[in-house]
């Protein structure tokens, strides 16, 4: 037995059979102690004792990411539910590659990986995972304008990349020793399918394989670029979390399986994939094309004066720009058929009624249009909350609150939830069908145009809101010895 420290003069053979017994629980008590604390035993307890839920992610679109409201993401809103739940606090861990993630988790220094990570043979060997709580698909993606691949037998040879550590390498190896041996690829490192993307749109690499929950979300950034084939044809793949493997996760287990039942069931997780993900959803390449033309070449002269009324009026910025160009393409004399200016495209009423002298006038017109869109908010029912209270505003502030309510009465009439967005919007396009708008107290509206302006809107949104976030994303550490001269690299340095 050896001994790290004791008293000066004391022997362990001298102490007394019951100071010795006690001595010994004493040891035992703070080694289950550290154990609760730095691994091993039960997790679940660990968690609540500890009061903080441990989450190693990636920082992504798709994941986890900073914007003007703080922290943000589909798998940190996820996370932060559990935490909730659990009643503890959340505390997030940024893993700049996908091995990093792995061994974070490998090290237990976190209780959990929330990253879009998918379920393979070889994660699932050494880490216990949740069940599904999303599907997904490995795909293919290459320059519009080329050829476009059809199979894997066509982008053997040709240069391909994919990230380091992922599934799809997992796949990859698969597909080359199964009868494609001549299938290359490039493991690129980071774990974040941006760098892939641009490495696609700038012409260093022919294809990249990517899946498609976050090709979906960042392709409106990238237009030139569009989806040749599934990697692994009718299959999709299962999004899970992977826990820490150096502890008893058979109740943390039990318990994110409850969790994620109960999210299936009161129709939260479902809420959290539209709000994450649903502006992506029938939006045309060429659209997308368009608007990040008009990003680089049009905005700058306003962007300013956008940034300083949504400040004046509290909104987000990358809001009311995406608002404004919905209406006018950023064109401060635009002038509709039926008489609508302006950069926000205001009606002669409407600006009579919130103060606006000259619609023509980019400040006046920002200024008149946020007035609005904030008293239309304030209109609605308490019950709709953020983020469908904005959707169903900019519902209002193309169709008007009257028609909005008649699609919130079909809505619930047909059994579905008048405060959600995704309900509402569902049933807008009815009230352009005579066997509906005659039960309706405003009539017949152009209720698809609405829901198809607020989906614009929300998507050029999530342009400027993606384009502000890649610019300004944390670097990984930096590695010292990459910048030290020659001569020094390799030395062991003390660094003070």
């Known amino acids: 037995m050896s001994v790290g420290y004791r008293p000066h003069g004391a022997r362990i053979t001298d102490m007394h059979p019951r100071t010795m017994t006690v001595a ?59 935490a909730r739940e659990l009643g503890v606090d959340l505390k997030i861990q940024i893993a700049f590659t996908l091995d990093e993630l792995f061994e974070t988790l490998n090290r237990d220094e ?22 599904s709580y999303y599907k ?6 290459y320059v519009a304008g080329k050829t476009r691949p059809t199979g894997i037998e066509m982008i053997a040879g040709r240069r391909t990349v994919v990230l380091a550590d992922s599934s799809h390498v997992e796949e990859l190896r698969r597909l080359q020793q199964s009868g494609s041996p001549d299938l290359q690829w490039e493991e690129v490192p980071g774990a974040d399918t941006m760098d892939l993307l641009e490495m696609l749109d700038t012409g260093e690499a022919e294809f990249a394989v990517i899946d498609s929950n976050e090709f979906e979300v960042q392709r409106s950034l990238y237009p030139r670029l569009k989806v040749a084939f599934d990697l692994l ?14 502890a008893d996760n058979a109740r943390l287990q039990a318990y994110i399986e409850q969790f994620f039942g109960r999210l299936r069931q009161d129709g939260t997780l479902d809420r959290l994939r539209e709000q994450y993900f649903g502006h ?34 509290q909104l987000d910025w990358q809001l009311l720009a995406a608002i404004a160009y919905q209406e006018s393409h950023w064109d401060p004399r635009a002038t509709s058929p039926t008489g609508v200016r302006g950069l926000m495209m205001l009606t002669t009423a409407t600006a009579k009624e919130i103060g606006v002298s000259n619609r023509l006038d980019p400040l006046q017109s920002l200024r008149g249009g946020s007035r609005y869109l904030k008293i239309l908010r304030r ?22 609150l009257g028609h909005l309510e008649d699609a919130r009465v079909l809505t619930q009439r047909q059994g579905g939830d008048p405060d959600l967005w995704q309900d509402v919007m569902a049933r807008l396009p009815l009230l352009q069908k005579s066997s509906h708008y005659k039960k309706t107290r405003y009539g017949y509206a152009r209720g698809a145009e609405a ?46």
């Open 110 to 131: 976190a209780d959990l990986a929330a990253a879009g990570l998918t379920l393979t043979e070889q994660r699932q060997e050494h880490f216990p995972h949740s069940s």
């Open 280 to 313: 992506t959803e029938g939006f045309s390449r060429m659209s997308s094309h368009t608007f990040t033309n008009n990003m680089r070449t049009t905005l700058p002269p306003y962007k300013k004066l956008i940034q300083q009324v949504a400040e004046e009026y």
């Open 136 to 141: 997904l698909k490995p795909q293919v993606v």
């Open 233 to 246: 044809a009718d299959t999709e793949q299962d999004m899970v979390w992977y826990l820490a493997p150096g």
């Open 379 to 400: 209109r609605l029912p308490k019950s709709i909350r953020e983020p469908d209270r904005t959707w169903f505003a900019l519902a209002a502030y193309n169709i008007g």
């Open 24 to 82: 010994l629980g004493l040891t035992l008590a703070l080694l289950y102690l550290l154990s609760a604390c730095n691994g091993g035993g039960d997790a679940l307890q660990r968690i609540q004792s500890r009061g903080e839920l441990q989450v190693v992610t990636r920082n992504s679109p798709t994941t986890y990411y900073i914007d003007r409201d703080g922290a943000n993401g589909f798998e940190y809103a996820l996370a932060g539910l559990l």
């Open 451 to 496: 829901a198809n302006y607020v989906q614009n809107i929300r998507h050029y949104h999530n342009i400027l809101n993606w384009q502000d976030i890649s610019d300004n994303k944390p670097l990984p550490p930096l590695k010292i010895e990459e910048y030290l001269p020659q001569v020094l690299r390799g030395s062991k340095l003390s660094v003070l």
